[in-house]
Structure formats: C-alpha cells, structure tokens
C-alpha cells in the first residue's frame, strides 16, 4: 500500500532494462561482428543511464526504510526494517542492496563504463540484484504476517525451478532467433557512421 511503489517498480525495471541492454548489446557487439555499429561511445551511454537509474533506486530503497521508521507503526518496522535486515532472509536483502546500490557505483569511473569485462560484471551483478528485490516484494512481504500459520520459509519446487530456468532458456533462443532472421540495427539510424567512401559513391 506504499505511495512510493510506483517509483519503486519504475527506477527498479528502468535499471534492470539498461543493465540487461548493456550485457545483450556487449553479446552482439563481439560475436555478430557489429563493433563498426555499436561503439563504446554507445557502450559507455547505457552505462550512464544505468548509474543514473541505480540512483533512483537507491533513493526508493532509503524512502521506503525512512517512511517505515517514521510511520511510528510497529508493523511497518517490523515487515520493512527487522524483518528484512535480520530476519531469516536477511542474506537476500543485503544481497539486493549490494548488488543494486554499492556496485554499480563502479560506474562513476570510465574504466567500469568502457571497458567490456568490467562493465559485463557490473550489469550481471545488478540483474542477480534485481531479482533478489523481486524476491523480497514476493517472499518477504507475506511470510511473516498476521497468521501463525504464515510464519515458514518458502523453499522453491521444482516445477518453480524449471519454469524460472524455462523462462531464461526461452528468452535467449528468442533473441538469438531475432538476430538471425530479423534485422537487428536500422540502417537509417547508423548510416552516418559509414565510411565516407560509400557516401562518395552514393552521391
């Protein structure tokens, strides 16, 4: 019921969109031979809006404790602040914090934004961060509440497990079945990183 939700799923899926986008693009760059069309200026562009994203997120995350502590209800501290620091998915938590706020501040130095390995790195870190907060939205705002009986630890099935494996496996095979039968970069759009012989034979 937070009124910071909203910004909270905004800067959360802006910042796991560019992270992605920066691992997918590095794939792309190096083994579809499209280093001519997607520089490291480009590289180093989706790094900034990364960082600049993580900042939201990091802001949401410190709203969200702040409101909790200031709410005065033993409830919300509870489900927002002990619960989740020291609660028995503490580890998970501390791991969405690291993940999504401390590393990605390697993206102040341009060795991290323009560096392919370094930067990979980072993005794989706050993408395993991103789906630790989705675990906390899920897991951790329900597993404690106002019923006895709701007070257990949630373990996966393996039914979760192959759909979550499933669900991976079938975005790769749809992305790699786009670069092969779809065109991947509008021409339009680099066709004034061509050499300039071509545009001389254009003319």
Not at 22 to 34: D, E, H, P, Q, S
Not at 37 to 46: A, D, G, N, Q, V
Not at 131 to 157: K, Q, T
Request: include cysteine.
């Amino acid at each position: 019921h937070a009124t910071i939700f909203p910004l909270y799923f905004l800067t959360g899926a802006l910042a796991a969109g560019f992270s992605m986008l920066g691992m997918l693009a590095v794939f792309t760059r190096n083994f579809f031979g499209f280093k001519h069309l997607i520089t490291e200026k480009h590289l180093e562009t989706i790094n900034k809006w990364t960082l600049a994203c993580i900042l939201g997120v990091a802001y949401v995350y410190v709203v969200e404790i702040f409101i909790a502590w200031y709410s005065g209800s033993v409830y919300e501290r509870f489900t927002l602040i002990h619960n989740r620091l020291g609660g028995p998915y503490a580890a998970i938590y501390w791991t969405m914090l690291t993940c999504n706020v401390l590393v990605p501040q390697l993206f102040w130095f341009k060795k991290f934004r323009t560096r392919q390995t370094l930067m990979v790195f980072v993005c794989l870190a706050i993408t395993v961060g991103m789906w630790c907060e989705r675990f906390v939205i899920l897991v951790l705002s329900v597993h404690r509440d106002y019923l006895p009986g709701s007070w257990g630890m949630y373990a996966p099935n393996l039914v979760e497990v192959a759909t979550f494996l499933g669900s991976i496996g079938i975005f790769i095979t749809l992305f790699l079945a786009f670069l092969k039968f779809l065109p991947v970069i509008s021409m339009a759009e680099v066709k004034h990183q061509l050499p300039s012989s071509h545009a001389g034979s254009a003319s």
